[in-house]
């Protein structure tokens, strides 16, 4: 589930807010947006993609809530899915290498 | 009076209604690959679109963040007759030939579309472009462009609550909300396109919880039929703490005991039934250790997601053992959804479209569904012909202005006998508990199917009793719970009647096939839920004049 929004990297663009499927966000004026419903968070990771800040990190764990202390100490790299796919700022899309077909007609 | 579909009990609606009032030729309810096929193909007819979804156009779904392969087949007779013959028996003999051939013809030729509109496929060594694998989140961000490109407009986070209804039972529009405004809307339209996806019962299996089965509750309210929904009870493989249920690499998987033992006979496309039983008993772990390094590579250039929950948990998934679960993923891969009467995806009920996994996906699968290929080639093929096929209503309809339109909704929005108002988590949490475990729904039984129907059926009859939700977040909950457990009781009632073992429904007490079972199950009905049998349409080869004119 979605974690972290970090202040010192969001600049209010609200953009998660807009793309999230399951309206886990809340605006908040002149502020960063808030975690409003975390338990509707599917862990689907599209915030962390369609940040241009890589302010945003989502957490594997789909069932479970954690404390803002296990939060904080646990250390996590910020943008590292978007960096993966090539969307960050300067990257070209990763798609092209898309490695599939290698794959699907190995597959059992 | 008590919940019913006769139109006489259902509210009018007058010109002043909604914050947000629209009027269109075609409305597409949902914004995944279905609903963006359909709004682009009724544009390109000169209709003029909306199209509502309940998250956003471009994340919402299960194919934005999840990724699929793409049934993409040359068009030369020998690869076409492969590809059809590869599912047929493993879909119990239920798909036809016919819209196999139109689904193949229709997807190579988006695929060339998708190809001119920059979608980065990619190439290989030898130069050769490979189309099989649409990566979600660049797909559908790609997609959303061309939505809009085409003219049609898109309202995110607007959820369509309950379809609209003329004097004749025409479908003619929907109404909603703006979920993060509170704001009501009001489609007036000649044709509506459900695209709502399936129903995964809010599992979190990967990019499913937006997918509750909210267009076929708002159909079944309008009189639409389904069709397959005893195919529903797919269950996708993933890490145990993870939304990931992504399940191509398990090919490569030996699955363990805890203690360390291999489990034979478990795999994750034959054997994931060894899973679901081992699960009920006991934790099961997995290792991709029959992937070289050759396609431990692959793997990490072809689904990055895939990857996501070892990395952040530090867990190397070639070398460490770690615990897996199955997802209930319902009818999103299960097969079952609005029954289809014709080429153009239209529904039993005029001026009613389905598509993508909102629509029977028993056409081109029968009871069966593997990996993502069939379900994406399904949504983008009958996106494109129920969008066509809406925008051809519309030029036929009648002038919206002299219709009488009215509500179609019920269950948490109209009741006047209402006592207290609907508790939808609890609701919601009671259908998981039938739907969920692997020892009622993985396999299924005629003593469990009857048990779980009778607390079902007693839960409908509560909800039809409830006060009507006082926000629009309410309302939304409240008609995910009804939808919920409108399709769990189609599902069952379905299963129920199936008295065999074909595709993916598993009968524990008729364990095997039964050859004069071979006939679709139609089921429909919200207070009183029924079941027909109807025989499978045969024609050897597709009328492909739509998928030509495209």
């Known amino acids: 589930m979605i974690e972290i929004v970090s202040a010192a990297r969001c600049t209010g663009c609200n953009i998660c807010v807009t793309v999230c499927p399951t309206n886990v966000f809340d605006a908040v004026s002149n502020g960063v947006p808030v975690i409003a419903r975390q338990d509707d968070c599917q862990t689907c990771f599209m915030c962390e993609l369609y940040c241009p800040e890589d302010a945003l990190f989502v957490a594997p764990l789909a069932d479970r809530v954690r404390s803002q202390e296990s939060v904080l100490a646990d250390p996590v790299t910020m943008g590292a899915y978007r960096s993966a796919v090539g969307w960050a700022r300067g990257e070209r899309s990763t798609a092209d290498q898309d490695a599939s077909y290698e794959l699907l007609i190995r597959a059992r | ?550």
Not at chain 2, 179 to 191: E, I, K, P, Y
Not at chain 2, 262 to 282: C, D, H, K, M, Y
Not at chain 2, 342 to 350: G, R
């Open chain 2, 1 to 550: 009076m008590a919940m019913s579909n006769v139109d006489s009990g259902k509210q009018v609606v007058s010109s002043a209604e909604g914050t947000g009032q629209y009027e269109v030729d075609v409305l597409v309810i949902g914004g995944g690959p279905a609903g963006a096929w359909a709004a682009i193909s009724a544009s390109a007819k000169g209709a003029k679109v909306l199209l509502v979804d309940k998250g956003f156009c471009g994340t919402s779904g299960a194919t934005a963040p999840a990724g699929t392969a793409l049934w993409h087949v040359p068009p030369d007779v020998q690869s076409r007759e492969k590809a059809k013959a590869s599912r047929f028996a493993l879909g119990g003999e239920l798909a036809e030939h016919a819209w196999m051939d139109r689904v193949l013809e229709q997807t190579w030729i988006n695929a060339e579309r998708l190809a001119e509109w920059g979608y980065p496929f990619p190439v290989d060594a030898n130069g050769i472009e490979h189309r099989d694998s649409l990566q979600g989140p660049e797909y559908m961000r790609l997609m959303r462009k061309r939505v809009k490109q085409s003219g049609a407009r898109i309202l995110d986070h607007s959820p369509a609550l309950e379809l609209l209804t003329d004097e004749h039972g025409v479908v003619a529009g929907a109404a909603g909300v703006h979920r993060q405004t509170g704001d009501t809307w009001l489609v007036r339209s000649q044709a509506v396109v459900i695209a709502t996806g399936g129903c995964a019962f809010l599992s979190r299996a990967l990019g499913c919880n937006v997918l509750t089965g909210d267009g076929q509750l708002m159909a079944a309210e309008a009189g639409a039929e389904l069709s397959g929904m005893e195919f529903s009870n797919s269950y996708g493989l993933g890490p145990a703490f993870s939304s990931v249920t992504k399940s191509l690499f398990y090919n490569w998987a030996t699955f363990y005991y805890e203690d360390g033992s291999v489990i034979e006979g478990a795999g994750s496309a034959r054997g994931r039934g060894i899973i679901a039983q081992t699960l009920q008993t006991q934790p099961v772990y997995a290792r991709l250790d029959l992937a070289d390094s050759a396609i431990r590579q692959w793997m990490r250039s072809a689904q990055p997601n895939f990857f996501l929950p070892f990395d952040r948990q530090g867990i190397d998934p070639f070398e460490q053992r770690f615990p897996v679960t199955l997802r209930l993923e319902g009818t999103v891969r299960g097969t079952g959804g609005l029954h289809v009467v014709d080429e153009s995806c239209a529904t039993s009920v005029e001026g009613l479209y389905a598509a993508g996994d909102a629509a029977t996906r028993e056409l081109i699968c029968g009871g069966f569904t593997g990996g993502g290929s069939h379900n994406a080639a399904w949504a983008m093929s009958s996106g494109f012909w129920a969008g066509a096929g809406a925008a051809d209503c519309s030029r036929d309809a009648r002038a919206t202005a002299r219709r009488v339109l009215r509500r179609a909704g019920g269950v948490g929005l109209h009741t006047d006998n209402a006592s207290a108002p609907i508790d939808s988590a609890d609701v919601i949490r009671a259908v998981q508990a039938e739907v969920f475990p692997y020892e009622r729904n993985w396999t299924r039984s005629g003593d469990l199917l009857e048990d779980s129907l009778q607390r079902l059926d007693d839960l409908w009859v509560g909800l039809t009793q409830c006060a009507p939700a006082r926000t629009a977040q309410e309302a939304v909950r409240a008609r995910e719970a009804a939808a919920m457990l409108a399709t769990s009781r189609w599902m069952y009632r379905s299963a129920l009647q199936r008295t065999e073992t074909r595709g993916m429904h598993r009968r524990r007490e008729h364990g095997s096939l039964d050859p004069h079972q071979r006939h679709r199950l139609v089921s429909g009905g919200l207070d009183e839920v029924w079941v027909r049998r109807l025989a499978v349409p045969y024609r050897e080869h597709g009328d492909l004049s739509i998928a030509a004119a495209a």
